[in-house]
């Protein structure tokens, strides 16, 4: 099996962090590629990076997806982006996002998540209602770092995260945590045996996840809201995006 | 006053029909000034389309903001794309689809949406659910028809929608009904006379609810969701987002 | 264009503040006319009050509605009381608090509203979840004045909305404030500019909302929730009203 | 034990109808007392109805509570009004309306409600959501029928309720049906055997309920939302309400 | 009238406790009877527990029914099981959470329960979001005590009662108090007095509505949610029940 | 990795049904054990059933558990049981059902379930809204046929089961189909072609899924939620299940 991994932030070194979780949980068999967002933000954290991020990830998946079983998108604050790839592409696309919050409501009752920064903050509560889980959220927690702090700081970084998540646990009864930022993974594994409960990486879920979708048989809906638009046609856009259009319809 | 009407769709005949129903409507002293996206889709249906849409409206408002007192974005299922405006630009952003239910709602119990074509239905349900009316729905009802008929035989669009507006009231309700698709502006006041609840055109309605913000000097925030953020930096986009990019840090 | 704004409370001087208000909002060409209730309480705070409400804002709209092309309600905390003018009436009507948090909402993913008194801290917060707007509410702030000691020390009462307002933007992430009490109108203009987000005076919302049903020319409707009920017979109540009914049947 | 039963309406033939019933359940030992509104609507079906039965039910209350342990009011459709009144009265108010949900919702996990009218159909759909039910209406089913044509034949009214109770049953999967309106009392007695689910008199419940709250001795609180308010001062009012309030103050 | 009261756990002593409460709520000519679950657990707390449960239930039903008019399960954190004994039993049957959370429904705004330990808080608030009431709890306050501590020290443990309701007056604006345990029973009309607010005793409560169902003759249901199922047959379990179900198909 | 599948139903049938298509869809590598339920009910379609497996799976699970990395559950309808095994297991425990709805939510707007008779059917219902998801079921499709005429004749089940999976996808637009009873496994697989939307076996999804658990080493939580209760002591159960607890003590 074949796994796009599509990161829609265009730092390659986050590709690389996260892409060596995705291959550290992939099944035996499972090759996973790699592709980075070719414009946009370095790192998506407001609104108006993941406006734009909506044509970077199509037009990254338009020049990679080929070959590939199903993709897996490196984000967790970018829903109506991944929908738009669900839509758009013939193999399955599933977001870390999702995929994270699927496994923790799975384990718990109520997850907490650590997100970085303020304006994240926001936009992981949106996430997490859309997905009908916001009576399930028992908190979001901020990092109160920067991604690039949480890089050059791991052993900071992994103190934080275990008190945050520590906190949850006992004030606020989360039963697991989610790492809420592609720049945490990895943490999961240094961390789990430092807190009680859980602690979920959305990397992982999704690879999983996609790996599921696969072995089930679960393809391209040719019906429904994601099945493939008929003829469309965008002008003036990213030409790799306009060449799988052409190719399309 | 100076309020920007830009249609995030890159199609200038629905551009016009649009402001023609902006100028219809705006207060004496008003002056309503038009922009068209530059790339994208002609008419934005599906979530692909609307994904670039994000680009190419922040591209479109960055053109051409400078000078007005507040922004209307024509367009109904593009939440996440006009989120992205109100936070980017320094003055207040309103989309039609909001302003059309925000109005709906005063008159109603309960309203119902017309829509065209089966893709753009979904997405806007779900911008009813995100504006919390989701209880408040009568129904969607789908015009059965694609922009370009429903401009072509005006006759046939407005018997049509007529219909299902008296079907709505009788069957499932509705108090009020609201137009769900900009290529249906100005309909609103031909049939008004045919349908026993208020009709609501989604543009007036917006270019209203820019007027009240800027005579009641509800400006843009410095703190919170839409605070524009500080040094947003973006390679390989457009031209001019990336020069109002710069400029804004 | 004509405007009838009824307080139903039974004080001229908080009449006079709400509509001092209004005025300063209104359009130019828009005409502004006052009515107070004729019994009932000073200043409602209770559902006892809003209670009898019922019946006084009834009796003031029978006897001053003749001639305006809309109505406002300075009332938050009734929304009872003003379905059911807007059901009896056969122009629009528009209450402050519910014109209020549209505005909020337009402007906003999270909004603080500020209340006086705890009694109509509870009523305020139904009215948010009758508006469907539960999950956006930051939080409700109570001034800890009375609508006397509000009006007696500006100074204070404008120093304590501050305090409180920056409050709501810091520790629970409000992006806009609403005033929620017409003893408070006229503040929101006052403090602007010491709140990081923005203020929003229920009185001047509604004028706006008011202007622009008029001038989309949204009437009344003839069936549906809103629909004048036919034939009303109520015997005892008030001689305005009853004459009301009795023209009207 | 003594329990008032008031009606809103102000017609004296529906009072007769409902205490029959209320005394028909009622304990050995309990005295049902009636008294009808002075002023206001012979059957409340509308909104501006139920806004003048505040002031009339709070009158009427005023008028003759004296000497009862708890209140039981006639009435389905108008909750902000039975608020008024669990906060003005001193001792506990239980509306049929709220009463018929509570037993429903313990006897079923979806009921029906038959209703008369248009305008009701409405009023009673948010009653049920107020209550947090409406996840378990199956749904509103209306006789068609006047409360006059309802008591002038009988016959014909049973079987147009068991012919949509049992569609209830069978088609929306309701497990329990509830009469909806006060001029249908006596009827769930008379065709509980021709329909397969129970069928709840909200008078029966609401007797019930008064009496367990008798019993159990849960008084009027003197904190929170339904605390006696302090020295309500009303102007212009009906006169029993008026000494009332001067006596409370 | 006689009424079966089953306790769910196996503790002789907490059904004395409760089955003492609803003794003296019961109205005159009321027949309690006591009935204890043959096995599982003497206080039932966690969720294996609750499984348990179900079994030991419909067993100790089976037995123990004949001859009662309706059925008061002594529970307030196994809904599931609950549901399964008004299905399978001929007459109705009442638990104690759901008749509690009834009657603080029609009591106040909001409601604030004790609770006994962490595993049962989180069921508590499920059963809380079942009746979909999640909207009017106040905070669920935990009595920091095991049963056998709440029952050793008596002024102890009311005193720690009286002190969390009053935190929940104040600080959560609670207007009612329920007992979350069967170990609290008599416990409030112990603290009434001490307490501005009703508190509610769900042993009390469940006895007042069993009693309202059979005096309003709302029987068994035929069809629906709750209709006995057909021929049920099920192998290895408990005698009395496996000869209740071979007496029932 | 070793699986335990545990079928809560008596029926070895069954369980031989759903383990066949549990290790077709396991990886290379993992094991498959199957148990089934010792007593109770062979097909378990009602409450009353429901509620007997929680002391049936309970002790399956304590008899067999040991020596697996994690335990699927083949059940849709008794979450309240999967969850105490979530509770007092050592290991992972995923239910097919929750399994199957989770997959459904990353593929679909909208999903439809096929359920097996009336019972059964409100139960899928409460579980699609515990997990948060009511807002996105598309509808649920009644197979008509009994769990035996599905499996005597499997082609009129499948043609049965691709019309209604067809009518959900065009008539309530549902984008994917979930299997909603045991003996429907294997049919996915059969029609996948036949429908337009992918078609989910829960018992591929939750053997999926408890793999993915394993591989990313998301193990037993020491606190929370599912947290192993401490010294649970119950008498006269299933001596399995009592000699599991003696030796978790």
Not at 127 to 138: P, S
Not at 156 to 172: F, G, H, I, Y
Request: proline share 4%; net charge negative.
């Amino acid at each position: 099996m074949r796994i796009l991994f599509a990161n829609p932030n265009t730092s390659e070194a986050m590709t690389a962090l996260m892409v060596a979780e995705a291959r550290r949980v992939a099944a035996a068999g499972t090759v996973v590629d790699a592709a980075t967002a070719g414009f946009g933000s370095a790192y998506i954290a407001t609104r108006a990076e993941a406006a734009v991020a909506g044509h970077a990830l199509l037009a990254t998946l338009a020049r990679h997806y080929d070959g590939h079983d199903a993709i897996v998108v490196g984000a967790f604050i970018i829903p109506a982006v991944v929908q738009a790839a669900k839509e758009l592409m013939p193999v399955p696309v599933i977001a870390t996002g999702e995929a994270g919050l699927a496994i923790a409501s799975l384990l718990s009752r109520r997850f907490a998540i650590l997100t970085i920064g303020a304006p994240a903050r926001k936009m992981t509560e949106e996430v997490v209602e859309a997905a009908g889980l916001a009576g399930r959220l028992a908190g979001l927690y901020d990092m109160g770092l920067t991604g690039t702090a949480l890089t050059e700081d791991q052993t900071a970084a992994d103190d934080k995260a275990v008190a945050l998540a520590c906190e949850a646990v006992e004030r606020d009864l989360a039963d697991a945590i989610v790492l809420g930022a592609g720049s945490m993974e990895g943490m999961a594994r240094r961390i789990a045996h430092r807190v009680p409960v859980p602690v979920v990486s959305p990397v992982g879920a999704a690879v999983c996840q996609a790996e599921a979708l696969v072995r089930m048989g679960l393809g391209k809906a040719s019906a429904g809201a994601y099945a493939a638009p008929q003829d469309l046609a965008m002008t003036g856009i990213d030409a790799d995006l306009a060449a799988f259009l052409a190719r399309s319809s």
